[in-house]
C-alpha cells in the first residue's frame, strides 16, 4: 500500500520537495506519494487534520507555518524545541510528533557536500529569527571555536546568545549588531536573514573573511544572491547557497519517516542543473 506525505505551505507551488522525495523513493525503492498542499493562512491545522484523517503518515511544513507546526504538534525532539520550530511532522494515530530537520541539513550540508571542517572553527551567524535559531544548536554540537550571531537589531542577537548559553558549554558565543563585527575574522559566514527575499544583503563591515573561508546563505534560488555577491568580492574563498541544505533536510525527513537515509548527490546535482 502507497503510504502518503505533503508539504504544507503558503506559497508552495514552487516547492522542489515533492521531486526531491520523489526521487529519494525511486532510489530507495519505498512506495509513497508526496505532494504540495496549500493551507489557506488560517487554516494550517484544519489541512493538516484533513491530510491526517485521509492516511496521511507524515509532512513537511514550510514557511510560514513553521512554528503553527511546532503548536500542533502533541510530542517534538530536542532538536525542534531548541529551534522553536517544526519542519516535519509524523501523525501516529492520534499523536502528531514535530522535529526540525533544518539545522541538520545545514551541518550535513556544510560537512559532507562542501567538506568544510566545523570542529575549531570561527563561525558568524547572521540574523536573529526563525533560520538562525534553527542553526544555532546543530552548530554549536559541531565543536566550532566560537559562534558570533549578529543582527540588524542587536539586541535580538544578544538575547538569542544569552538563551543559547547554557547549550553552548565551553564555546564562547556572543551576540551583537553588524557595525561592531568590524575587525573581527571569520572562517564561516552564514546568512540566516532574510535580506535575501528582498534581494539585499546585510550591511556588513568589510574584513570579515578569513583565508580559506566560506560564505553560505541559506536561501537559493537564480543565480547568486546579494549577499554571495558581496561575499565574494570582498575576500571569501568559497560561497554555497541554501539548495544543499535543502536537500540534506529532506534526507533527514525521509530518514524520521522510512527509516532509511536516501543517497542525496544525484539529486542535487540534478536540482543544480535545471
Ligand atoms: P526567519 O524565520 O526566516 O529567520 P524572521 O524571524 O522574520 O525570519 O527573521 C528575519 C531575520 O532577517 C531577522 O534577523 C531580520 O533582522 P531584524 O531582527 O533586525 O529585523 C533579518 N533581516 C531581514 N531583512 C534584512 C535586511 N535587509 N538586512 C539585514 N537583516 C535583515
Given at each position: 500500500m502507497t503510504d502518503h506525505y505533503a508539504v504544507i505551505g503558503?506559497?508552495?507551488?514552487?516547492?522542489?520537495s515533492p521531486q526531491i522525495h520523489a526521487a529519494f523513493a525511486r532510489a530507495t525503492g519505498q512506495d509513497l506519494s508526496y505532494e504540495a498542499l496549500l493551507a489557506p493562512l488560517d487554516g494550517f491545522a484544519a489541512t493538516v487534520r484533513e491530510f491526517a484523517d485521509r492516511g496521511g503518515r507524515g509532512a513537511n511544513v514550510t514557511v510560514p507555518f513553521k512554528q503553527e507546526a511546532y503548536v500542533l504538534a502533541t510530542r517534538r525532539s530536542a532538536r525542534a524545541q531548541a529551534a522553536g520550530a517544526v519542519n516535519v511532522l509524523v501523525f501516529d494515530g492520534g499523536e502528531i510528533f514535530g522535529d526540525n530537520t533544518d539545522g541538520a541539513g545545514l551541518v550535513i550540508d556544510l560537512r559532507h557536500?562542501?567538506?568544510?571542517?566545523?570542529?575549531g572553527s570561527r563561525i558568524l551567524l547572521l540574523g536573529a529569527g526563525g533560520a538562525a535559531r534553527g542553526a544555532l544548536l546543530p552548530l554549536l554540537e559541531a565543536r566550532p571555536a566560537a559562534v558570533t550571531i549578529a543582527n540588524r537589531t542587536a539586541a535580538k542577537a544578544q538575547a538569542l546568545a544569552r538563551e543559547f548559553a547554557a547549550r553552548a558549554g565551553t564555546t564562547p558565543l556572543d551576540g551583537c549588531g553588524f557595525?561592531?563585527?568590524?575587525g573581527r575574522r571569520f572562517d564561516l559566514v552564514i546568512n540566516a536573514t532574510a535580506a535575501s527575499l528582498a534581494h539585499e544583503a546585510p550591511a556588513l563591515p568589510p574584513g570579515l573573511y578569513a583565508p580559506g573561508s566560506l560564505a553560505y546563505d541559506m536561501m537559493y534560488g537564480k543565480g547568486e544572491t546579494p549577499f554571495l555577491r558581496e561575499a565574494r568580492a570582498g575576500g571569501a574563498a568559497r560561497t554555497a547557497d541554501g539548495l544543499g541544505m535543502l536537500v540534506e533536510q529532506a534526507a533527514e525527513s525521509f530518514l524520521i519517516w522510512r527509516g532509511v537515509r536516501p543517497p542525496t548527490a544525484a539529486v542535487l546535482a540534478r536540482l543544480r542543473a535545471s
Open positions: 503558503n506559497p508552495v507551488s514552487h516547492s522542489r557536500n562542501l567538506g568544510f571542517t566545523l570542529a557595525a561592531t563585527l568590524a
